[in-house]
């Protein structure tokens, strides 16, 4: 307990940096949102007159307090450009993303474990060299790649997936699902080759431990001493990656939502970096901080639950 | 034990013709240790790559931003090995002009961000107490913003100069960098040879230098390695984005996003730039691990 409240007090600090260098970054820039708004060939009273407005002419560590204010009270600013209030733009997005991150990270892990076992069983093993051959392919291929690799000959070639667009759930399940199969794979074809590894390491130490020996002694089929004895104890490190791995993720969905035209919240990002809608950008930042740290904390939690040792142990680190 | 016992009755009886197994074992673990096929071919491709970018200007290319009107978004003719692309820019030259980019911004940025990172985990891990504490903090702030978001807003502040480029790519690399560095400063922060250094009086900078630097380089050299194809992908993607160097100079994440707009129609455009970058980021790290096992053989002391 005293250990969470610790990591919780940490996180709180970690925000508050995270959100105060953004704004920082975004309220230094050349050239403000003010210019834009104001078009090509407008006087300098007119920028000064919305920036008057916006209260852009304030200084930066005014504006950083109210705007921290702000998001406790569920303000989190509106969009200079179409006037969209910033939480509803993000909340509104993020359910699509997180299906994409939730799915991808669905399919990486049912490749990863698997394949995992298959090396661990048999380190250096024939499985083991085709898989760690195909794992250092697919570490080399960045996921815009894969994504066009995808679309290439699923999309272009086979015609079987749809190339870009979304649906919304109420479509129904598999309208909902089939655009996000491509994007979501290649995702998972650049996640899948960190937690195989892991899994690989962590399981052939597992494996040598006195109970596996016990399971075999009495008989026990290999796939029954792999999934019930030795999956459990040999996915620490990886159920930590999993939590790590959504920084990974959020980075990876902005480009590929690019990619496959999915309304997620790496495109309301993109666009607003093209128009320097800078109250979303800061937005958009202090979301994905949110989410990654709410995800490790939650990996913390899991992490107790999982090793026993751990939750009698007190606290460790 | 056996190697012991075989050794000496070697030397016992001297006529007999004996195999000593200890020198064949010697033998057989340099044999396995030799770097093999996957070493080398993927370091010849990467010479090949790296001297048809550094000599670019030399060797009779068009240039990458000529338009040739009789071709245009032509598949490999005369004249254009490779074809051209979408506005009818020969495809080669723009592949071999967009290496530049590419390989700058992978050598660059990892020195960068491991340099930096070094200091402050030097600092962190030597200095302990306040400081490392806000290092910590610091280290964690930026770990938790995604690496594409922290280049995103970068692109946007400091715009699209191959410099900025290198610059905050490298930035990505400190928390790493600089948690790898602090965790062998505290290992040898405190070994004997640290305090002799103190008891003689030397600044603290020099006992940096001096004692601990020479301790943690290897592996950082081995960080610096893992992150040269990494930095590559990364310039890609936020090329491929629009968000890395200007548009005019290309680079292969920007060739690769002008493809995908005709993949349909003309797939070679956008294939070709992704089989080179494909190549050379494996080669990049396949020839990174066998270094890195060579370098771990070196620091165990068995070669």
């Avoid at chain 1, 090509?40 to 919305?50: A, K």
């Avoid at chain 1, 590894?197 to 399971?215: C, D, F, H």
């Avoid at chain 2, 994440?253 to 494909?278: D, N, Q």
Wanted: hydrophobic share 55%.
């Amino acid at each position: 307990m005293r250990y969470l409240l610790y990591r919780l007090r940490r996180l709180a600090i970690v925000l508050g940096v995270v959100t105060f260098i953004t704004f920082l970054l975004v309220n230094v820039l050349p050239g403000d949102v003010a210019y834009e708004m104001a078009g090509m060939d407008s006087t300098e009273e007119e920028v000064q007159e919305i920036r008057e407005e916006l209260g852009l002419n304030r200084p930066v560590l005014i504006r950083y307090v109210e705007w921290v204010g702000g998001v406790f009270t569920g303000d989190w600013g509106t969009s200079y450009i179409n006037k969209e209030n910033v939480w509803d733009a993000v909340t509104d997005r993020f359910p699509v993303s997180f299906e994409l991150m939730l799915l991808a990270q669905i399919l990486a892990l049912s490749m990863a474990i698997p394949a995992g076992m298959a090396s661990a069983f048999r380190p250096n093993g024939r499985a083991d060299r085709i898989i760690g051959a195909l794992a250092f392919a697919s570490v080399s291929m960045p996921s815009f790649m894969t994504a066009i690799l995808l679309i290439f000959v699923f999309a272009l070639g086979l015609g079987w997936l749809p190339a870009t667009g979304y649906e919304p759930l109420s479509t129904g399940l598999w309208a909902n699902l089939k655009p996000m199969i491509l994007p979501a794979l290649s995702l998972a074809l650049v996640e899948w080759t960190i937690l195989m590894r892991t899994l690989r390491v962590e399981m052939i130490s597992v494996l040598q431990e006195n109970y596996i020996a016990l399971a075999r002694a009495k008989g026990m089929s290999n796939l029954r001493i792999l999934w019930v004895h030795a999956l459990r104890p040999s996915s620490f490190s990886m159920i930590t990656l999993l939590g790590l791995q959504v920084a990974r993720l959020l980075g990876g969905t902005i480009i590929i939502e690019q990619i496959f035209g999915i309304p997620g919240i790496g495109r309301l990002l993109i666009h607003a970096v093209y128009t320097r809608d800078f109250i979303v950008i800061q937005g958009c930042v202090t979301f994905f901080a949110l989410a990654f740290v709410t995800a490790n904390f939650l990996v913390d939690v899991a992490y107790a639950w999982l090793d026993p040792r751990v939750r009698t142990g007190g606290s460790h680190g | 034990m056996a190697d012991v016992t075989s050794s000496r009755q070697g030397t016992q009886t001297e006529d007999k013709p004996q195999i000593d197994m200890n020198m064949v074992a010697i033998a057989m673990h340099r044999r396995s240790r030799r770097l093999g096929l996957y070493f080398w071919i993927p370091m010849i491709w990467l010479v090949i790559v790296a001297v048809a970018c550094i000599f670019a200007p030399f060797w009779g290319l068009p240039p990458a931003d000529e338009i040739d009107w009789v071709y245009i978004q032509s598949p490999p003719v005369e004249g254009h090995p490779l074809g051209t692309d979408n506005l009818g820019r020969d495809l080669l030259s723009r592949i071999v002009w967009g290496g530049r980019v590419s390989l700058t911004v992978g050598f660059a940025a990892p020195f960068i961000g491991v340099g930096l990172g070094l200091i402050l985990g030097l600092i962190a891990g030597y200095y302990r107490g306040w400081a490392d504490e806000v290092i910590g903090i610091l280290i964690d702030a930026w770990l938790a913003i995604p690496g594409l978001v922290v280049l995103l807003l970068f692109s946007v502040v400091f715009g699209g100069s191959l410099f900025m480029v290198c610059v905050s790519l490298g930035l990505l690399f400190i928390p790493t960098a600089a948690r790898i560095t602090r965790a062998a400063t505290l290992n040898y922060a405190g070994r004997e040879f640290v305090l002799a250094a103190k008891a003689m009086g030397a600044s603290d900078f020099r006992i940096m230098r001096k004692e601990i630097f020479p301790n943690i380089i290897w592996p950082l050299i081995a960080f610096i390695l893992i992150d040269i194809p990494i930095a590559i992908v990364i310039e890609g993607a936020l090329s491929f984005l629009g968000l890395s160097v200007k548009a005019p100079t290309p680079s292969w994440g920007g060739i690769i996003a002008e493809g995908r707009e005709v993949l349909s129609t003309y797939p070679h455009i956008a294939m070709y730039p992704t089989l080179v970058m494909f190549v050379t980021v494996l080669s990049f790290n396949l020839v990174g691990d066998a270094i890195r096992r060579r370098l771990a053989d070196v620091r165990e002391g068995a070669i």
